[in-house]
C-alpha cells in the first residue's frame, strides 16, 4: 500500500485543518487506518485509528473532542478533521495503514505502511 497525506499548512489557534491520505496499490478496504504525529524533539506518538469499515474510531485523549477520523472507502481516503487546533497540535502528521488487524491498533510497530507526513503548524 502506497500512501500520500496530505492538508497540512499554517493555522491560527483555534482554527481547522483536514488532513487526508490517500491509499493506492491493494484493498484499501482490508486495513485499518491511523494516523501519527511528531512534534519537534518528542517520539512519535498516536493520534486516531479507525477500523476497516468505519464502525470503531479511537483518538489520543489529548486529541479527542476536537479531531475526528473517517474514512471513504470508494476513495482510498481517510480524514482527519482537525478542529480547535492548540499550538502543542504543531507536528508531522503521518498516516499509516495496518493490514493485520480489523480495529485501528494504538502502537505504531502494529502498523505495516506509512505515508511520508504533512506538517501541520499552530501559532498561537
Known amino acids: 500500500v502506497q500512501l500520500q497525506a496530505s492538508g497540512g499548512g499554517l493555522v491560527q489557534a483555534g482554527g481547522s485543518l483536514r488532513l487526508s491520505c490517500a491509499a493506492s496499490?491493494?484493498?484499501?478496504?482490508?486495513?485499518?487506518m491511523g494516523w501519527f504525529r511528531r512534534a519537534p524533539g518528542k517520539e512519535r506518538e498516536f493520534v486516531s485509528a479507525i477500523s476497516w469499515s468505519g464502525d470503531d474510531t479511537k483518538y489520543a485523549d489529548s486529541v479527542k473532542g476536537r479531531f475526528t477520523i473517517s474514512r471513504d472507502n470508494a476513495k482510498n481516503t481517510v480524514y482527519l478533521q482537525m478542529n480547535s487546533l492548540k499550538p502543542e497540535d504543531t507536528a508531522v502528521y503521518y498516516c499509516?495503514?495496518?493490514?493485520?488487524?480489523?480495529?485501528?491498533?494504538?502502537?505504531?510497530?502494529?502498523?505495516?505502511?506509512w505515508g511520508q507526513g504533512t506538517l501541520v503548524t499552530v501559532s498561537s
Open positions: 496499490g491493494r484493498t484499501f478496504s482490508n486495513y485499518a
Open positions: 499509516a495503514a495496518a493490514g493485520s488487524y480489523y480495529y485501528g491498533p494504538l502502537g505504531a510497530d502494529e502498523y505495516d505502511y
